[in-house]
């Protein structure tokens, strides 16, 4: 399918947030942002984009009052899109702050509130939504504000958004401002850290894999416009990462930038999916994790009951699928689900891992967050637990390390509210028990 063309069309009905800027007419202006990125229990960052090089001021203060300003600054340059990812320090854990950009009115200041992480040993529970596939439209607006509604903690966009379908340069900035600037969007973004990866058309092409030539001009636009954690290796490849929220640890992972560049680190004479560097930083993270639920995220899908002629999905790369689950055995790592988008269904499977990795692996699929559903995606696989081709979804998955169930993943769309929820306790995700409670 061909989305660039599809969304080509559709830009008479994309909006736009209005530009930022003070009482002075002319003065300085934000073009996009601010947008809550990565958290932790002392800090807490914040992106924008300028409409030119400045030097920007980040302050926050306790939304309950009684303390200082804290602030930082940075400069935009013209090459970094005048863009800039601000990073305040000094903060408390699980605490709801205030902030501002130094040139913002102060109307829009007294909305903006951003929360630090929870502590890792924090009993409270977490929720995070994950959506993918998404327009700058009305029925994708519609979505969002739906999803403004419901109380989550982190935000994770998992690809397809936005569409690019190109590694120009230039338009890959143009995209990601638009989609930044996307009010829906932008509402939630300003008071709930957004965590993203990209999945194929926001990568650069559809059903594509890392020989994709401009893949460097991707990333660095990815870079300029995603204040994540990290970016990959940090100098010059992939943009996985991984961050702990309380009871729960996310690897971000890049299914896109290493595919089929080499041979994979569990076979040589497969080809690989993560590349050697991204596979020893994810198994090395695993093992060492002590949060009772590790979500595995990327944007393609886990298993192979893809639409006919898809290639772009783990089980095309089923060695080192297999090799990562016989890992999760060998270490006796407990609480990991996985997540995936990109094929305009959304579905949950049990993947068969009772004796490799001593539970059953759930896979949760999250796709689409826009209305185009595509029919030949609800294809059979024997671990099938439920397929809805319904538009305008996302997943949340709720972490509650005190209740019973340790975790609650639900389904929901903005049309139809709840799809389907499943709970499963800390045994069921622990060698050994199975099968969750569905209801």
């Keep these: 399918m061909n989305f660039a063309l599809l969304f080509c069309a559709m830009l008479p009905f994309a909006t736009q947030v209005a530009s930022v800027q003070d009482e002075q007419a002319g003065g300085p202006r934000l073009v996009s942002g601010p947008i809550v990125g990565h958290v932790t229990p002392l800090s807490i960052s914040v992106w924008v984009k300028a409409a030119e090089p400045r030097t920007v001021r980040l302050c926050a203060w306790p939304a309950a009052g009684g303390a200082a300003r804290l602030s930082v600054q940075t400069a935009t340059t013209e090459e970094a899109d005048c863009t800039a990812t601000l990073v305040l320090s000094g903060l408390k854990p699980d605490t709801l702050y205030r902030y501002s950009i130094d040139f913002q009115a102060d109307a829009a200041c007294a ?78 973004a300003r008071r709930t850290p957004v965590i993203s990866t990209w999945d194929d058309h926001d990568f650069g ?121 016989a890992f999760l055995g060998r270490e006796r790592i407990s609480g990991v689900v996985l997540v995936g988008g990109d094929i305009h269904r959304s579905r949950i499977l049990r993947h068969p891992t009772d004796e490799s990795v001593g539970y059953p692996l759930l896979e949760f699929i999250s796709s689409p967050l826009h209305d185009r559903i595509i029919a030949s995606a609800n294809q059979p696989h024997p671990g099938l637990i439920a397929d809805f081709g319904t538009p305008q979804t996302w997943l949340e998955l709720r972490i509650d390390p005190c209740a019973p169930a340790l975790v609650t993943a639900s389904l929901r769309s903005a049309s139809a509210e709840q799809l389907f929820e499943i709970a499963l306790s800390a045994q069921q995700l622990s060698p050994g028990k199975a099968d969750g409670q569905e209801r």
């Excluded at 994708?140 to 419901?150: F, N, P, V």
């Excluded at 898809?310 to 297999?322: F, I, L, S």
Aim: aromatic share 10%.
């Design 111 to 188: 909305k903006q509130l951003a929360r630090t992480a929870p502590l890792a040993t924090s009993k409270n529970a977490v929720t995070l939504a994950f959506v993918s596939c998404a327009y700058e439209d009305e029925v994708t607006g519609t979505a969002w504000k739906a999803l403004a509604q419901r109380e989550m903690d982190l935000l994770f966009c998992i690809g397809d958004t936005p569409y690019i379908d190109t590694c120009d340069l230039a338009i890959q900035r143009r995209r990601y401002t638009a989609f930044n600037s996307f009010e829906p969007f932008a509402a939630i």
């Design 205 to 325: 092409a559809n059903d594509t894999d890392g020989n994709l030539e401009g893949k460097e001009n991707a990333r660095r636009a990815f870079i300029e416009h995603r204040p994540n954690p990290s970016f990959g290796d940090g100098k010059n490849a992939g943009i996985y990462t991984s961050l702990r929220h309380g009871p729960v640890e996310v690897f971000v992972l890049d299914a896109r930038w290493y595919a089929s560049t080499a041979p994979s680190p569990a076979n040589p004479a497969a080809p690989t999916l993560l590349g050697a560097d991204q596979w020893a930083w994810l198994c090395a993270g695993l093992k060492t994790s002590t949060a009772p639920v590790k979500v595995l995220l990327t944007g393609m899908v886990w298993n192979d009951a893809v639409r006919p002629n898809k290639t772009d999905h783990w089980g095309a790369y089923a060695e080192e699928r297999d090799a990562l689950f």
